[in-house]
Nanobody, 126 residues
Framework: DVQLQASGGGLVQAGGSLRLSCAAS????????IGWFRQAPGKEREEVAC????????IYQDSMKGRFALSRENAKRTIYLQMNSLKPEDTAVYYC???????????????????WGQGTQVTVSS
């Protein structure tokens, strides 16, 4: 099993940047696909991006393409989400999640992920 802890959120002005981290503990981290999701008040949790267990495949939601960059360092058991050109509509609690399923074959919805971090708040002011 794997335990996740997200960090790096904060308050930033529109156009600014933040880097979120997702640190993993437990065994077999290298076997897990990792997804980032976000949830704004009153809205459903939505996918931001996901990365395969080996880091060779990354999928972004359209609204994040060109602004967000996802990477992983398996040796450090850490996933990074670099967020640039932030907009007020990016304000949400951001969660990382792990799944033993392949991102190429799974239905990329929250219920496909088995392990979740506690979330980190990102607030973008206009």
């Amino acid at each position: 099993d794997v335990q996740l802890q997200a960090s790096g959120g904060g308050l930033v002005q529109a156009g600014g940047s933040l880097r979120l981290s997702c640190a993993a503990s437990g065994s077999t981290f290298d076997d897990f696909s990792i997804g980032w999701f976000r949830q704004a008040p009153g809205k459903e949790r939505e996918e931001v991006a996901c990365i395969s267990s080996r880091g060779d495949t990354i999928i972004y939601q359209d609204s994040m393409k060109g602004r967000f960059a996802l990477s992983r360092e398996n040796a450090k058991r850490t996933i990074y989400l670099q967020m640039n050109s932030l907009k007020p509509e990016d304000t949400a609690v951001y969660y990382c999640a792990a799944s033993l399923r392949s991102i190429l074959s799974m239905t990329r919805i929250p219920s496909s992920y088995d392990n979740w971090g506690q979330g980190t708040q990102v607030t973008v002011s206009s």
